[in-house]
Structure formats: C-alpha cells, structure tokens
C-alpha cells in the first residue's frame, strides 16, 4: 500500500474507536438556595427598677410603704385575696385592676387606701398616716373615767317656802354611792335628824349619770356630772308630786 491509503486507514479507525468511548459524565451540582434574612429576636421590655435582664414574676407588684414606717397592714387585690406585711414591704404577682391597703396601729383608728394596679407595672405607694397613735389607757386612768365609787360633798339647797316667789338658802351634805357596774345609785342627805337613803337605777350618758326617785309626797330627779378624775356636778330638783319641781340642791361632790 501507498502511504496516502495507510493515513486514510488509520483516520478511519481513530473514528470509529472514538464513536464507541462513553462520553464523560458531567456531575451538576445544585444551585443553593438564597438565603434568608435572619429575623431579629424579640426583645423583653425591662423595668427602671430591674437590672440587666432580670425578668419579673407573672403580674404586678407593689411597694407599700407609710410614714411612719413599721406599720401593719392587709393588702386586698383585685381578686379579693388577702396579703398581710409591714411597711416598706413588696408584694409581688398582684391581678391589675383596684387594690385596697388596710393599716392597723396600735391604739388607733384603722386606716384604708385604695390604689389602681397596672399589668406588669412594679408601682410604690407610699401613705402618710397622719393620725397619731393614742397612747394606751393605764387600769388606774380607766377607773377614774367612771363613776363607780362613793362620792361626798356639800350642796347648796334653794327652795321656796310654801311655793312663795321669796327663796330659802340652806346646805345639805350629800353621800352618793354607784355600784361598780353603774346600774344602780344610792342617795343619802343629812338634812334631816334621820337621814334617808334612796337605791334605784341609773343610767349614764356621756359624762352624765342620771337617776330618779320618789317617795309618799314628792319626786326627785338627780344628775352627776364628771368634772375632773375624782369630782363631779351634783344637782337634785325636787318638788311635791303633779306639779313642776321648784326646789332644787346643787353642789360639787368628790370621790
């Protein structure tokens, strides 16, 4: 063969060898996905009174505070629960909505305060008492406030003579004994030779202890009034029975 025939030849062959070589696997490689923007996380909102992030109990809370301090008190929430502490104290995990503050001090009058609660708010309430404590009662004090006991002293009797308009001015001593219990008054005068004693029952009012008596002919109406720890305002008004007294003794009896 010529040599032109042997390069035809061999052209042919490297054909037909490359028709049959697999042709190279090209591997695709997936396209990513764009990513998404990150969502920014929520953030707590925090109290002036908390720290850092600190986060509170469930609800509200309140401060409660008095001048002056150290005073009892019983908190009503707005679901009617009770909480009882001493001032300055926080009560924590309160419902919002109204809320009643009760202080109770030793001898004095108890005080209320009322207050609206907000969701997740820590509120200070601080109240001015400004009722003064009263200062406890001594027995001996107590006693002396009643008119239990025996009082004397002398009266000045005026009384006029047969209804007339001129006027007798005599002194009488009296003696006034009260039970214990102030239910019953005992009356005794020494302005006759035998003096007469007079129980019956009394009844006070106020400072004043009244009580009445009569006997065959006429009617007495008497009164005690305090003055002072051991003396009082003795006044008896009598006169004959179905007419208006005219008679009367006044005077200031001690105990």
């Known amino acids: 063969m010529n040599s032109p025939l042997r390069f035809l030849i061999l052209l042919l062959s490297i054909f037909v060898i490359a028709q049959r070589s697999p042709a190279p696997i090209v591997e695709e490689k997936p ?8 969502k920014p996380k929520p953030k707590h909102s925090t109290n002036s009174s908390e720290s850092g992030s600190a986060r509170r109990s469930p609800g509200s809370d ?18 009617g629960k009770h909480h009882s502490g001493k001032t300055p104290e926080t009560v924590s995990s309160l419902p919002a909505g109204l809320t009643k503050v009760r202080f109770k001090r030793a001898g004095a009058t108890d005080q209320t305060r009322e207050f609206r609660l907000l969701p997740n708010q820590y509120a ?5 008492l400004s009722e003064k404590a009263h200062s406890p009662t001594s027995p001996s004090q107590a006693s002396n406030n009643t008119f239990a006991g025996t009082w004397t002293g002398t009266v000045r009797a005026t009384c006029p003579p047969g209804g007339g308009p001129s006027a007798s001015v005599s002194s009488s001593d009296y003696t006034i004994r009260v039970s214990s219990n102030e239910k019953t008054v005992s009356t005794t005068w020494a302005g006759l030779r035998i003096p007469p004693a007079h129980e019956t029952s009394c009844s006070r009012h106020g400072n004043t202890l009244s009580w009445n008596f009569g006997e065959e002919w006429q009617r007495s109406t008497c009164s005690l009034t305090l003055k002072g720890r051991n003396s009082a305002t003795f006044k008896r008004t009598f006169g004959p029975k179905g ?10 009896l001690s105990r």
């Open 243 to 252: 007419v208006p007294p005219k008679c009367e003794d006044v005077g200031l």
């Open 62 to 79: 309140a401060l409660i505070d008095s001048t002056p301090d150290g005073v009892e008190f019983d908190l009503v929430d707005a679901d």
């Open 31 to 38: 396209t990513p996905a764009p990513q998404q923007p990150a």
């Open 124 to 128: 200070t309430q601080a109240f001015n």
